[in-house]
């Protein structure tokens, strides 16, 4: 069965390590596309999406290892430039290959990333940037066909984002880096991973400023070299965590996290009644009465939205009313569902959920819908009434490596129920 049983009671304490950022090496392993040689990224975590990346990458011709939580990408001097849609809906981050392919190749083909179960996930910013240095977007059979003009070089321009969006900033930085000229990303996505990735960009050669500021400059350069890259921290791994302590705590401690890439979420942990330490690579938690407090998701630095499930159900054992508003995406309230069939108190009202705590949550079979409800579903369950099931697990581990075993380390009772099967259908977030 794909499904994680989790059971109820025990107190939570010890400590456990945020893995590499999801968000981040799967991105850094599509930047491998711009250096022929071989790069190495470590601490990449164990987890389903990094394995779907690497096989995009091997279809475009690049010998992908793992040891460990070490990738090596040893990139050819030719490389493929289209991905087919068996692979890329299964990964929609797979279009972030776009930009380092038209970068390095002067074109590329990927299909159109399937649908998602988030709501709308565009892909019209990519493509307006794309545009805007210079490349011919054609639309043939379902795939995104990007060239750059007479198939040599992008060219250096200013783009302003009308939204800042992570996917777009990424795809945008990897073509803008051998762009001829100067090129301005101004209201870009400012979120840790974009830091990450314009740091290795830069050990590769390109001539990055500005990321995580709200404007990034890249000055084009003619080739890049292959590099040894270490992926930043799971800030949303480690958030999940942080969650679960002042739900459940005890003490936890999480390690392997920049504090500052979680400084709301922290501030909204506290402001809600958890005990809060934060170290140099860590942040302690501890669970007390929880009050209710008012959260908005916005892009870094505001309140991440892979976050909001997990303080759904946080808010849910609060005492009083709070109210959630998600302004990321626009279908990212389905475990609200599920939470309210365990017994919580939330309605949703077009882009807000206002949850009344706190309620006694009953454990019950329920389904992960995506890759944070399942893990806040987990989470409901630790502090449920008698054992809960969550089903679908296979969304979980595309984003938490080992998620059953570390909590369990820290005295959770949580365990998988059978091997967890591949997805059974596209999925994609
Ligand atoms: C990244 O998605 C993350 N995924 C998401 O994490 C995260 O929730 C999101 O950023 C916001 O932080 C990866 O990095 C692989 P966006 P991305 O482009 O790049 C709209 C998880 O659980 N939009 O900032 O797709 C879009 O529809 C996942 O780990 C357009 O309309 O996020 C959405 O409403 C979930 N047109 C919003 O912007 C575009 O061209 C945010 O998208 C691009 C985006």
Redesign the pocket.
Known sequence: MDAFEVLSGGTLSGAVCASGA??SA??LLAASLLAEGCTTIRNVPAIA?LDAMGRVLAHLGVDVGRDGDVVSCDVPAEIGCDTPASLVTRL??SIVVLGPLVSRCGHARVAQPGGCN???????????GLAQLGAEITLEDEAVVARAPQGGRLRGTELELP??????T?NLLMAAVTATGTTRILNP?R?P?IVDLAGMLSQMGARVAGAGSDEIVIDGVDALEPVDHTVVGDR?EAGTYAVAGALAGGEITVEGVEPAHLALVLDKLADAGAAVTLGDRSVTVAGAPLRAVDVVTL??PGF???LQAAFLVLLSQAQGTSMLTEN???GRFRVVDQLVAMGADVSVEAHHAIVRGPCRLEGARVAAP???AGAALVLAGLVADGPTVVTQAHHIER?YADLPGKLAALGAGVRRLGAVEAPPAPTG?
């Open positions: 999801k968000n799967l991105k999406d929609r981050a988030l709501g709308n996930r565009g892909i019209d910013l990519h493509l307006w939204y800042a969006s992570v996917g777009a990424e996505a979120e991973e949303i892009p870094f991440p939205t892979d990321v995406f626009d995506d890759l944070r984003g977030v």
